[in-house]
Structure formats: structure tokens, C-alpha cells
């Protein structure tokens, strides 16, 4: 059995190696945040390295996205939302080939609206997908292309404008396993892109400090809302705790909320 358990995986590994290993990659961050005010126009760019050995097509296009706590969405409409600045944005190319072994910028150019209503983050994405062409010599066999695609977001800060506020929803108990975690879903309700630090402190029937526990950093958009798990190892059973879920701003905002943890 072992031997013929080897023999199908060396054919299948024959069969599908035509799969390609992409080697486009955007260098830098992913996420491009500039802060403008109404009417402004601001310029900027996107390095695109191709580190193969062979010349290599992309293609660049336009989407919008938004999220909540369950559901991470891609659309194809560009304009989405009504905080998507993707009608501001002009970018080129939309098609080029990166030469082997080298880089090229993606040039965008954004324009602010002149309207006194636009208030706090606007944002929306651009796509960098590597196109890989279809081998005319494999016709009739398996022919598998590796797709890796690339987000940039887009994001306005409209200066001096809008509200930071942030809403916590009952926080839940979830076990998985052996593990039991806090979870708490936080809804960005203002009008600025916040990426909140968000930790948890535990307090026995004392008042004296039991544990600090930190989440994962996410960034939330307004509008939009993300779930934040605490894992509970080492926190003794069948006690009542007296919990503080502090979600601190990169300014000077920050939000809390007290809670009574029953096991």
C-alpha cells in the first residue's frame, strides 16, 4: 500500500507541475493613508518588483471593499460605499509588462471633491494581479496558473473634520477546543479610520489586578466592524471577574467599556 500511495503522488506531481510560481510582489506597505482637505490634489505611487527571470505581465484595476466582524467583501463595482473616493483616483498603467529582474512604479493621482460635507476617511483599493499566459505546447493537459494578487489601499484623511467613536457589542464567551477566549466585536460608528489597541484587564472580587491580555491590531474603516478574541489561559474556573476592554485611538481617543466575566 505505502509504495502505491508513492507511485500516485509522483504522477500527480508530473501531472500538475505546470502550476506557475508567481513573482510579481508590491514592495512597501499595502496601505497608503494621506491626510488632504477639500479640493486638494495629492500624487502618488506603488513599486511593483518582478524578482523571475522572465519578463512578466500585470494588470492593475479598481474595487472597493468593506467589512464587518463576519465577512470580508471585494466588489467589482468600483464605487461601492458611500465613503469610496475611487472616483477620485486616476492611476496608469492599467496593463504593463515588468522586465525580469526589475521594477516599475504604478502612478495614481488623487482629487479631492471641493465640497464642505466630506468629512473624516474615504478610501477604496487598487489591484495588482500578475497575468500569466496560458503554454500553447501543454494543449490537452492539465495547465494550472498560481494567481497572486495584490489590495493597496487608498485612503483620504479629510484634515480637521469628523468624529472618532467606536461601539462594543456584548462581549460572548467562545470555546474551541480546550481553549476559551473572550470575544468582543468593536463597530467603528464615526467618520475616521481607526486602528485601536485593544486589551482587556482582569479584576478578582478584590479589585487587584489578574491579567492584562492584548488582541491582534486591526485597522477599522467607518462603517465597519472586526472581532476581537482573548484567548482566557491560565484564568481560574468558576470565578466572576470584573473586566475592562479598553480600545485606545492613535490620538488621544480612548474608548471602554466594563464588563462582568461569569464562568
Not at 500516485?8 to 494621506?34: M, N, P, Q, Y
Not at 479598481?62 to 471585494?74: A, G, R, S, V
Not at 475616521?192 to 486589551?199: F, L, N, R
Request: proline content about 3%; overall charge negative.
Amino acid at each position: 500500500m505505502i509504495r502505491r500511495s508513492l507511485a500516485i503522488t509522483a504522477f500527480l506531481i508530473l501531472l500538475f507541475h505546470l502550476s506557475s510560481i508567481a513573482s510579481i510582489e508590491v514592495v512597501g506597505s499595502l496601505r497608503h493613508i494621506t491626510k488632504a482637505g477639500s479640493g486638494d490634489v495629492y500624487k502618488g505611487e506603488i513599486k511593483v518588483q518582478n524578482s523571475g527571470d522572465k519578463d512578466q505581465e500585470i494588470k492593475v484595476y479598481q474595487t472597493d471593499l468593506f467589512y464587518n466582524n463576519e465577512d470580508y467583501t471585494y466588489y467589482n463595482e468600483p464605487v461601492s460605499h458611500n465613503r469610496s473616493n475611487a472616483n477620485w483616483i486616476e492611476y496608469s498603467p492599467k496593463t504593463t509588462i515588468v522586465s525580469a529582474n526589475s521594477t516599475l512604479f504604478i502612478q495614481y493621482q488623487i482629487t479631492v471633491p471641493d465640497e464642505d460635507s466630506l468629512a473624516g476617511t474615504y478610501w477604496s483599493i487598487l489591484m495588482v494581479e500578475g497575468v500569466n499566459p496560458i503554454d500553447p505546447t501543454m494543449e490537452g493537459q492539465f495547465n494550472i496558473n498560481t494567481v497572486t494578487r495584490y489590495a493597496i489601499q487608498l485612503i483620504t484623511e479629510i484634515r480637521e473634520s469628523g468624529l472618532g467613536k467606536l461601539e462594543f457589542l456584548d462581549p460572548s464567551l467562545v470555546r474551541e477546543g480546550n481553549e476559551l477566549f473572550l470575544a468582543v466585536d468593536i463597530i467603528n460608528t464615526g467618520d475616521h479610520y481607526i486602528s485601536p489597541d485593544v486589551s482587556i484587564e482582569l479584576f478578582d472580587d478584590k479589585g487587584e489586578s489578574v491579567k492584562v491580555i492584548h488582541a491582534p491590531k486591526k485597522g477599522l474603516f467607518p462603517g465597519t466592524s472586526a472581532r476581537y478574541r482573548f484567548n482566557l489561559e491560565g484564568i481560574a474556573d468558576e470565578k466572576t471577574y470584573q473586566t475592562i476592554i479598553i480600545a485606545a485611538g492613535e490620538g488621544e481617543d480612548v474608548f471602554g467599556l466594563e464588563y462582568t466575566l461569569y464562568f
